[in-house]
């Protein structure tokens, strides 16, 4: 199965700041990538899809990169309705697995 | 618009088969590319994900899980249901369902990524 890693596992920033967080797949993906946001007791939240495919409805500070093994979310103007757990998912594989998620939280 | 809609026993004991259901309107399982996932979180973890059925009954499952779980349709009630054999407290959870939609890719090949999520039911196993 494809194994996915993201970094950091926790991130301390300030609304206003411009957020990234870091996906690595264990083998390439090319672009079969998605990020989701999840908030304490609720579903996650689809936020882009083909690693930088904005989801309908998502604010466009949000924005995906990278292609192969690398990808990258990144916020542009962190804001307070974005503090949260955020989540890498590769589909290139029938198996889909997830990264360990990355926790926005304040400074 | 599309819901989903999780339920089941929110306790089961040791050894015990746990059966849940999605429902779900807005879409069909008759409509060729859709598709429906189960992922589960224990307690602050992360998400793991369980299952997959295809609009052709096509099935997968987690390459860890799959000699546990069985999941099936039902096309005319728009329920999707899973089953996992002999749950164990490690498998206390939430359990969630999110509709599986198509994009096509290079060369013919289909890929599915989850896009609408249920809210998800919680699933104890304690004796």
């Known amino acids: 199965d494809i194994q996915m890693t993201q970094s950091p596992s926790t991130l301390s920033a300030s609304v206003g700041d411009r957020v990234t967080i870091s996906c690595r797949a264990s083998?390439?993906?090319?672009?079969?990538l998605a990020w989701y946001q999840q908030k304490p007791g609720k579903a996650p939240k689809l936020l882009i899809y083909k690693a930088s495919s904005l989801e309908s409805g998502v604010p466009s500070r949000f924005s995906g990169s990278g292609s192969g093994t690398e990808f990258t979310l990144t916020i542009s103007c962190l804001q307070p309705d974005d503090f949260a757990t955020y989540y890498c998912q590769q589909y290139n594989s029938y198996i889909f697995t997830f990264g360990p998620g990355t926790k926005v939280d304040m400074k | 618009q599309v819901t989903l809609r999780e339920s089941g026993p929110a306790l089961v004991k040791p050894t015990q088969t746990l059966t849940l259901t999605c429902s779900f309107s807005g879409f069909s399982l008759r409509t060729t590319g859709m598709c429906v996932s189960w992922i589960r979180q224990p307690p602050g973890k992360a998400l793991e994900w369980l299952a997959r059925i295809d609009w052709d009954d096509d099935k997968f499952y987690n390459t860890s899980l799959k000699t546990r779980l069985t999941i099936s349709k039902d096309t005319s009630k728009n329920q999707v249901v899973l089953t996992m054999t002999n749950m164990d407290p490690v498998d206390t959870a939430t359990y969630f369902c999110a509709r599986t939609s198509r994009i096509a890719g290079a060369g013919g090949r289909n890929y599915y990524y989850m896009d609408v999520w249920g809210k998800g039911t919680t699933v104890a196993v304690s004796s």
């Open positions: 083998q390439s993906i090319s672009d079969w």
